[in-house]
């Protein structure tokens, strides 16, 4: 363990950071040992993480010091942040300042830091194709990614912005599973029309993380898309019959009906579908497929993520 550089993994203990994580522990011939970053360093999954040998240590993003303590002695760092936690995207703006600013206090050789597209930059603020939420932001979610770009961008610290993809983990945990509809058949809702979206398992971003930490001379200062499998909601519908074995279809509604479904975020939701429908190449064209299988041999397509994860989404 002492020869093997250490990567600093915020979010350990979440779906991204817990992929490369355990991607780095997994292999036995691995040149970098885990260092897992959590707010909790007792809780269950932390104490599993240590059981599989890694270096467990408390830090919070929103606490630049402890960021700077847990990153000292480190290699690189792997950069993420939840927005879902708090819907703020200015929150999400310091979160990735204090991870940028760490990084560099403490001398790391190379970040990866997990992004997406900041949408303003094909849809401005005065564009009345989607509403502007929260005053300055088309898919908040997603701008302030995009816009947070700029830390590491301006760091001195290498680093390779990830582009990641729709998590086919949402429908286990993030409530876009399928739904019985009043004739009993499963509905699978997903406004996107026949156009296609990158998906991915959220394990599988983590493990191409762990590729691009191994190639440093190639991919540190450069941007880098991925995905599992580019599907439409029909096709995506159809692995999922295939898998659970009943009847799922696709329910395409409008973006104006989505947005106003209620559930907190729905209007960040129906503006992020809107925009990879309505610019689907550009959406698509970084993400290939093709590139992410060399980060990650065992890249999962959607109907292998099924076979796996099936039995886990909820039918209810």
Same mark, same amino acid.
Not at 201 to 223: L, M, R
Not at 280 to 307: G, I
């Given at each position: 363990?002492?020869? $093997?550089?250490?990567?600093?993994?915020?979010?350990?203990?979440?779906?991204? +950071?817990?992929?490369?994580?355990?991607?780095? !522990?997994?292999?036995?011939?691995?040149?970098?040992?885990?260092?897992? /970053?959590?707010?909790?360093?007792?809780?269950?999954?932390?104490?599993?993480?240590?059981? /599989?040998?890694?270096?467990?240590?408390?830090?919070?993003?929103?606490?630049?010091?402890?960021?700077?303590?847990?990153?000292?002695?480190?290699?690189?760092?792997?950069?993420?942040?939840?927005?879902?936690?708090?819907?703020?995207?200015?929150?999400?703006?310091?979160?990735?300042?204090?991870?940028?600013?760490?990084?560099?206090?403490?001398?790391?050789?190379?970040?990866?830091?997990?992004?997406?597209?900041?949408?303003?930059?094909?849809?401005?603020?005065?564009?009345?194709?989607?509403?502007? !939420?929260?005053?300055?932001?088309? @898919?908040?979610?997603?701008?302030?990614? *995009?816009?947070?770009?700029?830390?590491?961008?301006?760091?001195?610290?290498?680093?390779?912005?990830?582009?990641?993809?729709?998590?086919?983990?949402?429908?286990?945990?993030? +409530? %876009?599973?399928?739904?019985?509809?009043?004739?009993?058949?499963?509905?699978?809702?997903?406004?996107? &029309?026949?156009? $296609? /979206?990158?998906?991915?398992?959220?394990?599988?971003?983590? $493990?191409?993380?762990? *590729?691009?930490?191994?190639?440093?001379?190639?991919?540190?200062?450069?941007? @880098? &898309?991925?995905? *599992?499998?580019?599907?439409?909601?029909?096709? %995506?519908?159809?692995? %999922?019959?295939?898998?659970? *074995?009943?009847?799922?279809?696709?329910?395409?509604?409008?973006?104006?009906?989505?947005?106003?479904?209620?559930?907190? +975020?729905?209007?960040?939701?129906?503006? %992020?579908?809107?925009?990879?429908?309505?610019?689907?190449?550009?959406?698509?064209?970084?993400?290939?497929?093709?590139?992410?299988?060399? /980060?990650?041999?065992?890249?999962?397509?959607?109907?292998?993520?099924? $076979?796996?994860?099936?039995?886990?989404?909820? !039918?209810?």
């Amino acid at each position: 363990m002492a020869d $093997k550089k250490i990567i600093a993994v915020v979010g350990a203990t979440g779906a991204q +950071g817990g992929g490369l994580a355990r991607a780095i !522990l997994a292999d036995e011939n691995s040149p970098f040992a885990v260092r897992a /970053l959590t707010r909790n360093a007792n809780s269950e999954k932390a104490q599993a993480l240590a059981a /599989l040998g890694a270096e467990v240590v408390q830090a919070d993003i929103d606490d630049a010091a402890s960021l700077t303590a847990a990153f000292q002695g480190a290699y690189g760092a792997f950069c993420v942040t939840a927005f879902w936690e708090h819907f703020s995207p200015e929150k999400e703006l310091q979160q990735a300042k204090n991870m940028a600013d760490a990084a560099e206090a403490a001398g790391l050789q190379h970040v990866v830091w997990s992004t997406l597209e900041d949408t303003r930059t094909w849809v401005s603020l005065d564009d009345d194709r989607m509403p502007t !939420l929260m005053e300055k932001y088309k @898919v908040p979610h997603f701008d302030a990614k *995009g816009e947070a770009n700029a830390f590491f961008e301006n760091s001195n610290v290498p680093a390779t912005l990830l582009y990641t993809s729709f998590y086919w983990d949402n429908m286990i945990f993030f +409530g %876009m599973n399928p739904k019985p509809g009043d004739d009993g058949v499963l509905n699978f809702v997903l406004p996107m &029309g026949e156009a $296609k /979206l990158p998906g991915i398992g959220a394990a599988d971003i983590g $493990k191409c993380a762990y *590729g691009i930490f191994k190639n440093p001379s190639e991919f540190a200062g450069k941007s @880098v &898309g991925i995905a *599992g499998e580019h599907l439409s909601g029909a096709e %995506m519908a159809s692995t %999922m019959s295939e898998a659970l *074995g009943q009847e799922v279809r696709h329910v395409n509604v409008p973006f104006d009906v989505y947005r106003d479904f209620g559930f907190p +975020g729905a209007d960040d939701l129906g503006n %992020m579908f809107q925009f990879k429908h309505d610019f689907e190449d550009e959406f698509r064209s970084p993400r290939s497929v093709e590139f992410s299988r060399t /980060l990650n041999p065992d890249l999962q397509s959607f109907s292998d993520w099924m $076979k796996e994860n099936g039995k886990r989404i909820p !039918l209810e």
